[in-house]
């Protein structure tokens, strides 16, 4: 299971981009990156996830380096609702390992 | 369209006792998964139940079992409860396997006293 390392906390100006990096230096080749994020006494949230491409949803874009060693969350504009713990997830089987995430925080 | 539905959303047990959770998945998935948050970490994965078979558990003791019904629903059951689980306890539901990622419920807060 490959590990992940992300930084702890960030703070983000509301109706900017937040970029949240994470690496994942040991992934092997059929693990996916998965990325979740989890408000506040709520269960985690999916957001996006990806393999080796970079992907684009409603919610986020995801940008995976070519060596696919690091990957970074992008949230286009952050709102006030966005301040959550974000986990990022290398999984190529059932079950997922999350690490302490990072606190993002929203500022008005 | 109804998430992934647990219940009790609160529970307060006295260390010794066993207790059942519950867990209604999402509509149209099959495949539970049970998590254990503890205060201040992530959630740590359990076990996974896919047609009513256990298919893949953490490092869990036995202790922790589970359930799966026809239906899809589960419970996640704990014997002689340690005043360690106490923990938001998190079911997740898909269909198949991660696929597209997985739909968590709200948990539930167990209190072991």
């Known amino acids: 299971d490959a590990k992940t390392t992300q930084p702890p906390s960030m703070d983000c100006a509301e109706g900017r981009a937040a970029n949240l990096p994470c690496n994942h230096s040991?992934?092997?080749?059929?693990?996916?990156v998965y990325w979740y994020r989890q408000i506040h006494s709520q269960g985690p949230q999916y957001i996006i996830h990806g393999l080796k491409n970079n992907e684009t949803n409603e919610m986020a874009s995801l940008i995976i380096t070519e060596d696919r060693k690091s990957s970074t969350l992008i949230l286009p504009h952050a709102t006030l609702r966005d301040t959550a713990v974000y986990y990022c997830?290398?999984?190529?089987?059932?079950?997922?390992?999350f690490g302490t995430g990072t606190r993002l925080k929203v500022l008005a | 369209d109804a998430g992934v539905t647990q219940s009790p959303t609160h529970l307060i047990k006295t260390r010794g006792q066993q207790v059942t959770l519950r867990c209604s998945p999402k509509?149209?998935?099959?495949?539970v998964s049970w998590y254990q948050q503890a205060l201040g970490q992530g959630p740590q994965f359990i076990f996974q139940?896919?047609?009513?078979?256990?298919?893949q558990r953490g490092n869990f003791p036995d202790r922790f079992s589970g359930h799966q019904f026809p239906n899809y629903s589960s419970e996640l059951n704990v014997n002689a409860l340690l005043l360690g689980d106490s923990a938001l306890y998190l079911c997740?539901?898909?269909?198949?396997?991660?696929?597209?990622?997985?739909?968590f419920g709200s948990g539930t807060r167990l209190t072991v006293v």
């Open positions: 997740a539901s898909s269909y198949g396997g991660q696929g597209d990622g997985y739909t």
């Open positions: 139940y896919y047609e009513e078979e256990e298919r």
């Open positions: 997830i290398p999984s190529g089987t059932y079950k997922y390992i």
């Open positions: 509509s149209g998935h099959d495949t």
């Open positions: 040991t992934i092997s080749g059929n693990e996916y």
